[in-house]
């Protein structure tokens, strides 16, 4: 059938019938011309059919591409009417066959599906009429797809020129459908549009996508073709100019580059494990090109491995006794760290390298001179000496460093510190270590038990270095205000020092030594003094601590406003008494002495330690009519609430020995209260004191106002000995007592108190309760006596 036979108007009313060819991944238009593998047995006779009679096949598409033998249900109702121009036979058994498509139809029955397909179909004709919309749309597509064609390189040149000598919008509409990268569901779309006007409208829109994508497409092309040309120029460039340097005798900056960091590799000293990783690393880099960004990561990383001390340590201070007066000279008081250090010098000065190196940890109040005492160590020692403080760490990566997978990674701060130290034997201070937090990032903490551990430091970790660093040579110094926080895997590896609060007689040595010569120099007063009574003064009343800080902070604004008035011209005192300190720290900040001006029933005055050294606590007792309830208050804690109740069940089952009727706690409400309540208050140290006040106030015995306690109770009244002595009887003595209570179990403690102290107070060592209460109550206040009526009005 020729073509010109088959178009008219709209769809054709009579039938033909043709046998059915169904492909997949294809769609074919009209007017196209395109080749088709058959290898279906079903397909093969169907086309076998068509041969036989006039050459023409209806070629549908299937639905799913995947099924070999379609139903037909499985097949589009709307293909193309093709004429079969060749044939040809193919060596593997399948069958090419070149069709030309006619015109479009629409299948209305399957007349044969036995062997090959046969079908019934309507031809669908094409009229379009003439009118200036038509004419634009021909226009626009044309111009859209000339620009496709430009930009594509699949789309083949002579496309654009089929395309231009198309006659109607609708063979114009099929051209380009054929050759657009289109899916199998769009190009069916269109084949399935049969109104021309519509089509055209429909690929308009497609046409339009297409060179959206194609635009981009040629837009990113352009920028990578830049890259290339521009690193291709870069590389004739350096080539050229790698060459003219050979002629003159020069030498590239990047293979002189490269040379200077392996002659720095042989230069130093590091292990032949080090040694073997930089050279690999140093080949990487040769046979990298210069711009690729992985050569700033090795560069980095060969960096600080030349940079860091492999072997290079220096020479301690081998002389005992210099060592001592170094340290004399730069702190007072401290014995135990003195001679802890002067242990292990005289130790090493026998025993040579076979001595590991301590790892202590100094613990104590803030301002106790803990870090300033690790610099006076380094600088005894002859040791460099370097910080790194914790407090906030909250990422493990800080310790071990991070993998150079990640873009910016660095060594952790261990190995960042050792390249700064520039020896592998430095005073090392960790400082802040209770500080140490964690969360999802990983535990710094735990990190710090390899850095810690004499018997793994020797081969540490480093994720960026990723070869073994030895620490076993450092001498590591960590502090701490307290250890709670500390896991007890890391205090283990510790050895522990404590610092305790200086007392008064050590502040004023201290600010006379130290502080006030360092105020003095700073502020440049070269005259200034200050009387012992002014530096006990202030010690007391503005600067109530277990350090130091406050005191040189009283002394430093003290010189700031002695120099102003040098500043101004006006007459000042060149020496600090009691007298002038209202003028320039204002009132006393503290009250010196607190003990109460008088003996009362019911109040008794306890010693408790705190992160500041210690101080003194008052417990009262109140009676009030009422149902025998306890009320405690004050912020006490669980401990201290329970010391309370073993405080009262005492005295409830010791009554009659201590002259308190029974009927009494049944009537009574007991309200026993510390105050201060703003500050959170626990422990069992506070029991005998408790104690003692409520026998007191059940008795009507006063406590002795000098005297101060502690102790935890029993049940059966027996007094356990209790922690952080010092800092308790140390505050009792700034408090002005006279006389302290405390358990005979911390009679051994009593050579950790100075001297000074000690004869200051005096001690009273007790192991039950009932030795207390003689010792704290005095005789029952005297009744009144009140006057009789009778007698009043006989007088």
């Not at 092309?221 to 830049?226: A, E, H, T, W």
């Not at 290079?312 to 004399?328: F, G, Q, R």
Request: net charge negative; with cysteine.
């Amino acid at each position: 059938m020729e073509q010109k036979e088959i178009m008219g108007s709209e769809e054709a009313s009579e039938l033909v019938e043709y046998p059915l060819l169904a492909v997949r991944d294809a769609v074919v238009f009209p007017h196209m011309m395109i080749p088709l593998f058959v290898g279906r047995d079903r397909s093969l006779r169907a086309v076998d059919e068509s041969l036989d009679s006039d050459h023409c096949i209806i070629i549908v598409t299937q639905k799913d591409p995947d099924l070999q033998d379609p139903a037909p249900e499985d097949m589009y109702d709307v293909g193309t009417i093709a004429s079969i121009a060749r044939m040809l036979r193919m060596p593997d058994g399948t069958t090419s066959i070149l069709v030309e498509g006619l015109q479009r139809a629409r299948i209305a029955e399957y007349t044969q599906t036995h062997g090959s397909y046969r079908v019934k179909a309507s031809p669908i004709f094409e009229k379009v009429e003439e009118q200036p919309l038509t004419e634009a749309l021909i226009r626009a597509a044309l111009a859209l797809f000339e620009k496709c064609v430009q930009l594509s390189r699949s789309l083949p040149e002579d496309a654009f020129v089929t395309a231009m000598n198309a006659e109607d919008a609708g063979w114009l509409a099929d051209v380009i459908a054929s050759h657009l990268n289109l899916d199998i569901e769009e190009r069916q779309e269109i084949l399935e549009t049969l109104d021309p006007i519509l089509r055209l409208q429909k690929l308009s829109v497609l046409l339009a996508k297409e060179l959206d994508v194609l635009e981009l497409e040629d837009h990113i092309q352009s920028q990578v073709q830049d890259e290339v040309d521009k690193s291709q120029r870069e590389f004739v460039l350096r080539e050229q100019m790698r060459i003219i340097q050979a002629e003159l005798g020069e030498m590239d900056p990047l293979v002189a580059e490269k040379n200077e960091l392996r002659e720095q590799i042989d230069a130093t000293s590091m292990p032949e494990e080090v040694r073997e990783k930089a050279g690999k690393e140093l080949a990487r880099l040769d046979a990298m090109p210069p711009m690729s960004p992985e050569t700033g990561v090795i560069r980095s990383y060969l960096d600080w491995l030349i940079d860091l001390p492999w072997t290079e340590k220096t020479k301690d201070n081998a002389d005992v006794s210099d060592v001592a007066k170094l340290l004399d000279q730069e702190h007072y008081g401290l014995p135990k760290a003195k001679e802890r250090i002067v242990e292990y010098i005289a130790v090493r000065k026998l025993a040579g390298d076979k001595m590991r190196s301590p790892i202590l940890c100094f613990v104590g109040p803030p301002g106790t001179g803990k870090t300033s005492l690790g610099k006076s160590i380094g600088k005894a020692l002859g040791r460099n000496f370097v910080r790194v403080s914790l407090g906030g760490i909250r990422d493990e990566a800080e310790i071990r460093g991070h993998r150079r997978t990640y873009i910016g990674a660095l060594p952790g701060r261990i190995i960042q510190t050792m390249r700064r130290a520039k020896s592998i034997n430095p005073v090392f201070m960790l400082d802040e270590i209770d500080k140490v937090g964690t969360d999802f990032r990983g535990d710094p903490a735990s990190a710090l038990l390899e850095v810690l551990d004499p018997e793994q430091n020797h081969a540490f970790s480093d994720h960026y270095l990723d070869v073994d660093y030895d620490l076993s040579k450092v001498m590591f110094i960590t502090t701490a205000n307290f250890l709670d926080p500390v896991p007890p895997a890391l205090e283990d590896r510790m050895e522990v020092i404590e610092f305790p609060g200086y007392i008064e007689e050590e502040k004023v040595e201290i600010a006379k030594r130290f502080l006030i010569p360092r105020q003095r120099e700073e502020h440049g007063l070269k005259d200034l003094r200050f009387s012992d009574q002014a530096l006990r003064r202030i010690i007391r009343e503005y600067s109530l601590e277990a350090g130091v800080r406050n005191l040189e902070r009283s002394i430093a604004t003290i010189c700031r406003k002695v120099a102003r008035a040098i500043a101004e011209r006006k007459k000042v005192a060149r020496t600090i008494t009691p007298q002038s300190l209202m003028k320039y720290l204002g009132p006393p900040q503290y009250s010196y002495g607190i003990i109460e001006d008088k003996d009362e029933v019911g109040l008794a005055t306890g010693i408790a330690w705190t992160a500041a050294g210690g101080d003194t606590m008052a417990v009262e007792v109140s009676l009030m009519e009422g149902k025998g309830n306890l009320i405690l208050t004050g912020q006490l804690g669980e401990v201290m609430q329970e010391s309370a109740q073993a405080a009262l069940s005492y005295t409830r089952s010791h009554a009659a020995a201590l002259g308190v009727k029974k009927s009494k706690f049944d009537k009574l409400d007991i309200h026993i209260h510390v105050p201060e309540g703003a500050i959170p208050k626990d422990g069992p140290s506070a029991g005998i004191t408790i104690a003692t006040a409520l026998v007191s106030a059940l008795s009507k015995r006063p406590v002795h106002r000098e005297l101060g306690m502690t102790g935890e109770i029993t049940l059966r009244g027996r007094v356990l000995g209790i922690g952080g002595l010092r800092e308790k009887v140390l505050a009792a003595h700034r408090a002005g007592l006279k006389r302290v209570v405390l358990p005979k179990k911390n009679e051994k403690d009593l050579q950790d108190i100075p001297r000074k102290v000690r004869k200051d107070l005096e001690f009273i060592f007790v192991d039950r309760m009932e030795e207390v209460l003689p010792v704290a109550l005095m005789p029952p206040l005297p009744a009144r006596r009140r006057k009789s009526p009778r007698s009043g009005a006989a007088s």
